[in-house]
C-alpha cells in the first residue's frame, strides 16, 4: 500500500468528515469540476492511491509550470510539447479534463510550430494549470511545494547497493510499471532511492524514471528501466 506522503489528506480523516455530514474530498473535487469517477477508476478504485496522486499534482505543479513557462521563453517548442504533453495525460487521468484539453491543443499547437497560437494562449495554460493545482489543493486540503534548491540530489547516499540487488529491484520495478502498477512502482523507487551505488545517490540515477511515473508515463519509464539494466549488466553505469 502507498505510503502517505507529507501533507496527504489521510483516509480517516475523510470518513471523520462523512460521519459528521461534512462534504468529503471527493464531494468537493467534484465542486471543482473534477471528474473524480475517471480518475478512481485509472487508480482501480483505490481512493487512498488516487489522493495520494492528486496530492503530488497539487506539490508539484508550481515547479512544472515554471519549467513549462521557461521553455516557452527559450522559445524551445519540442521540450514544450513534451512538458505539455505530460500535462494533458496527468490531467486526463486525475480526471481534470478541462486543463487536459488545453494542454491537448497546445501540445499539437507546439509540435507545428505554431508561434502565434502558443504565445497568445500559454499564460492562459498555465493560469488553468496553477489554477487547478490551487482548486484540488483546496478540496483536499494539501498546499503547493516551494520551488527547491536541489536539496533532493544532494543529499547524503544512503547504504551501499550490491549490484545484483539494484538490479533485481529494477527488474521489479519494470514489471511494475509493464503491469501499469504505479503504485507499487512508487515503493520501489522509494525504496531504491534511499540507497547508493559506487557512491552516488540511487535516486539521481531514477530521477527521470520517477518524473515519468509522476505524469503517468509508464511505458516511457518502463524503456528508461531496460536501459539502465542494460547499462547496469554491461558496466557502463
Same mark, same amino acid.
Request: hydrophobic share 35%; aromatic share 6%.
Given at each position: ?9 489521510? +483516509? ?61 521563453? +527559450? ?7 513534451? +512538458? ?37 494562449h500559454h499564460e492562459a495554460l498555465l493560469s488553468s494549470y ?21 536539496? $533532493? ?44 551505488? +559506487? ?33 547496469? $549488466?554491461?558496466?557502463?553505469?
Amino acid at each position: 500500500e502507498p505510503t502517505q506522503a507529507s501533507g496527504e489528506p489521510s +483516509q480517516e480523516a475523510g470518513e471523520s468528515a462523512r460521519e459528521a455530514g461534512e462534504p468529503d474530498e471527493m464531494e468537493r473535487l467534484a465542486e471543482a469540476g473534477i471528474h473524480t469517477d475517471s480518475g478512481l477508476s485509472y487508480c482501480r478504485g483505490d481512493r487512498a492511491f488516487y489522493l495520494q496522486m492528486l496530492t503530488m499534482f497539487v506539490q508539484e505543479a508550481e515547479r512544472r509550470s515554471g519549467e513549462i513557462d521557461q521553455l516557452f521563453a +527559450q522559445e524551445n517548442y519540442t521540450d514544450y510539447a513534451t +512538458q505539455v504533453h505530460a500535462l494533458k495525460s496527468t490531467a486526463k487521468l486525475l480526471g481534470a479534463d478541462g486543463l487536459s484539453e488545453e494542454a491537448r491543443v497546445m501540445e499539437a499547437a507546439a509540435k507545428e510550430k505554431n508561434e502565434s497560437y502558443v504565445k497568445e494562449h500559454h499564460e492562459a495554460l498555465l493560469s488553468s494549470y496553477r489554477d487547478t493545482g490551487r482548486m484540488i489543493g483546496e478540496a483536499i486540503g494539501v498546499q503547493a511545494e516551494e520551488t527547491g534548491d536541489g536539496a $533532493e540530489e544532494e543529499a547524503a547516499p544512503g547504504e551501499e547497493i550490491a549490484k545484483e540487488e539494484l538490479l533485481e529491484g529494477l527488474a521489479r520495478l519494470r514489471e511494475s510499471l509493464d503491469t501499469f502498477e504505479a503504485d507499487k512502482a512508487q515503493e520501489l523507487l522509494e525504496e531504491l532511492g534511499g540507497r547508493s551505488w +559506487q557512491g552516488r545517490p540511487v535516486r539521481a540515477l531514477l530521477k527521470e524514471i520517477g518524473r515519468d511515473v509522476e505524469d503517468f508515463e509508464l511505458e516511457a519509464a518502463s524503456e528508461k528501466a531496460a536501459s539502465l539494466i542494460e547499462g547496469l $549488466e554491461g558496466g557502463e553505469v
